[in-house]
């Protein structure tokens, strides 16, 4: 290497996800090489979001004003919530389905031992928002995890606590996929909730 | 998505090689949830580099000063010069090899039908230099593939037309590699250019 600051920008790079040195080096290259408008834009752009977007205080999703579009919209039905661990969560719901309700993104899950329990995740803000009486369901979508599925246990316990109907998205096979490649795990859960042919 | 400036940093992320939309977005989130300070030293690191990193004007190669640090070491041996297509195989080589000789950064390979003939590589420049008298021996290192076999014989011209042996690293089986796995264009020239057992 003959440039600190190609060596820094490689360095750099590797706070990305999935990005180890190879990858990073490939980066730094294909900016240097062929993209550097494109490395400014991205410049700009990480600066602008790091600075600006903060959360929802309604639905801690990611927002850069103090309540986001989806929950100041007048166009969506307060009476359905739905709980996600994390904002690409939500939008995966967003863009594959036809679900016009509001969502409360957890940006987590219950997990004691890293220390994260209710007060960390906003559920004491989701208690007193159930206890207001506007939502008549909540649509618990969390991952079908050990620690989702605790998550979602204490959810509905607190749902219930307040009145409001718990519901989960159905679990099963995919659609249109051939039973042997679906993992043990789906199949197993599939098998223990069949129910009778109609 | 309730905020442009995440859905624009999503949008920058895709100028990156082998990043689409779905990684975009998770880098995206990633830097937003967990890495905000990391995401503001990308930030600075890609304005330094892309403002600040050039090319040497001796190899080609990227470098913030006009010449770079190997050019300008007296440490290396100028006798021995090798020529390889990009700035990561120069590191690779670097790396992997006890090389102390220099570099000559193509920044490509002769492609006529991309408009990348022998001025677009800095050729004159080599020919020149290798006129000079200080180059024994021109390494060519460019890759195995068409293009990089057809910028060999070039080269190897060149340095012939100035009195410099042309010399070519060696090609074959990979050192520890089960014979079965090796691809049939190394397996082919492997066994093309056999040697008898001394
Ligand atoms: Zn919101
Ligand atoms: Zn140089």
Redesign the interface.
């Known amino acids: 290497?003959?440039?600190?600051?190609?060596e820094?920008?490689i360095?750099?790079?590797r706070?990305?996800?999935?990005v180890g040195r190879k990858?990073a080096?490939?980066?730094?290259?294909?900016?240097?090489?062929r993209?550097?408008e494109?490395?400014?834009?991205?410049?700009?752009?990480?600066?602008?979001?790091?600075e600006?977007?903060g959360h929802?205080s309604r639905c801690r999703?990611?927002?850069?004003t103090p309540v986001?579009?989806?929950c100041a919209s007048a166009a969506r039905d307060a009476h359905l919530l739905c709980v996600v661990e994390?904002?690409?969560d939500r939008?995966a719901i967003e863009q594959a389905t036809g679900y016009r309700g509001l969502y409360f993104v957890l940006?987590g899950r219950l997990s004691p031992l890293d220390g994260i329990g209710p007060s960390e995740l906003g559920l004491d803000t989701l208690d007193a928002r159930l206890g207001e009486g506007e939502v008549h369901e909540l649509i618990i979508a969390t991952n079908p995890t050990v620690e989702g599925e605790a998550t979602a246990h204490y959810l509905s316990q607190l749902a219930r606590g307040r009145g409001v109907r718990p519901m989960r998205p159905a679990h099963g096979l995919p659609l249109g996929g051939e039973l042997e490649y679906v993992d043990r795990g789906t199949l197993s859960h599939a098998f223990g909730s069949r129910s009778e042919v109609p």
């Open positions: 290497m003959s440039s600190a600051l190609l820094q920008l360095d750099a790079f706070v990305l996800p999935g990858s080096q490939r980066m730094a290259y294909h900016v240097l090489e993209e550097r494109g490395g400014r834009r991205l410049a700009q752009a990480l600066v602008d979001a790091v600006k977007v929802c999703d990611f927002s850069e986001c579009a989806t994390s904002p690409a939008l940006q």
